[in-house]
């Protein structure tokens, strides 16, 4: 498996179905893949290293940069995230990776499907985008 490299500044929503938000309870950045703490119910990044670590609620659409920082969370929708996707095929699976809010190409320790990449014709070429679908898991 590998990262994807996500460029804050190049995060932006195309389509949002569903959103929420909530105040930070560390710095992170957009693109970031969060949950919400436990203890606190702040937002916070989340990981695929363990079970806890990976009930994702959703992607950081903008950048945390203080404690209590209020972000707006996007659980289903269409993101564009730069070039970060430029590697991988349409229809491909996005995972969540170990690394703290990061996306990554394959499965990592807790296996987490957080959404698809789908083409967005604006030109003659496609761009790449991540149709976003974070369901909890109940």
């Avoid at 920082?69 to 929708?77: A, C, E, F, L, S």
Wanted: hydrophobic share 45%.
């Amino acid at each position: 498996m590998s990262d994807l490299t996500v460029t804050a500044s190049d995060v932006a929503a195309v389509v949002i179905y569903e959103q929420w938000t909530g105040p930070a309870i560390e710095a992170f950045s957009a693109g970031e893949m969060v949950r919400v703490d436990t203890g606190t119910g702040k937002v916070t990044p989340g990981n695929a290293t363990s079970g806890a670590e990976a009930r994702i609620m959703g992607m950081a659409l903008k950048t945390g940069d203080f404690i209590g920082d209020t972000v707006t969370v996007i659980k289903r929708g269409v993101m564009d995230l730069g070039d970060a996707l430029d590697g991988m095929d349409y229809d491909a699976a996005v995972y969540l990776s170990n690394t703290d809010g990061g996306l990554g190409t394959a499965a990592a320790t807790t296996s987490l499907v957080v959404g698809r990449v789908v083409p967005a014709w604006g030109s003659t070429t496609a761009d790449k985008l991540l149709h976003l679908d974070v369901r909890a898991d109940l």
